[in-house]
């Protein structure tokens, strides 16, 4: 993986408001599993925001590409997308380092991937 691929944002309940640990912890575990195609065209816009509905054991339920339409028209972004998808259902990365009794500070959160 590349150095430069990094999760800038983890979005906890709907708001940027979360505990920069679990935020980093988040960060940290999936950068691990999160490969980017190297030499991608314009790597650095393809930004990619997932809504994640993660069960109490920690475990990514549902995951939605928030930009849909972008997905069906640009053949790189949805690379990109699709390898987000792949990085959050990793059996690497699963379950989620995220503290089991704040279940609703994270049950759903939004994760943005930028590649840049």
Same mark, same amino acid.
């Given at each position: 993986?590349?150095?430069?691929?990094?999760?800038?944002t983890v979005?906890?309940?709907?708001?940027?408001?979360?505990?920069?640990?679990?935020?980093d912890a988040?960060?940290?575990?999936?950068?691990?599993?999160?490969?980017?195609? =190297?030499? /991608?065209?314009? !790597?650095?816009?393809?930004?990619?925001?997932? #809504?994640?509905?993660?069960?109490?054991?920690?475990?990514? %339920?549902?995951?939605?590409?928030?930009?849909?339409?972008?997905?069906?028209?640009?053949?790189?972004?949805? =690379?990109? /997308?699709?390898? !987000?998808?792949?990085?959050?259902?990793?059996? #690497?990365?699963?379950?989620?380092?995220?503290?089991?009794? %704040?279940?609703?500070?994270?049950?759903?959160?939004?994760?943005?991937?930028?590649?840049?």
């Amino acid at each position: 993986m590349p150095a430069s691929n990094t999760i800038k944002t983890v979005i906890l309940g709907g708001s940027s408001v979360g505990t920069p640990e679990l935020v980093d912890a988040l960060r940290r575990q999936l950068a691990m599993c999160w490969n980017v195609m =190297a030499g /991608a065209k314009y !790597a650095e816009q393809l930004v990619v925001e997932i #809504r994640v509905s993660i069960g109490p054991d920690r475990i990514v %339920k549902q995951a939605t590409i928030l930009d849909q339409g972008r997905y069906n028209r640009d053949t790189h972004f949805r =690379a990109a /997308a699709d390898a !987000a998808l792949r990085a959050l259902r990793n059996p #690497r990365c699963t379950p989620l380092a995220v503290p089991p009794d %704040k279940y609703e500070e994270w049950k759903t959160t939004v994760i943005r991937f930028d590649p840049s």
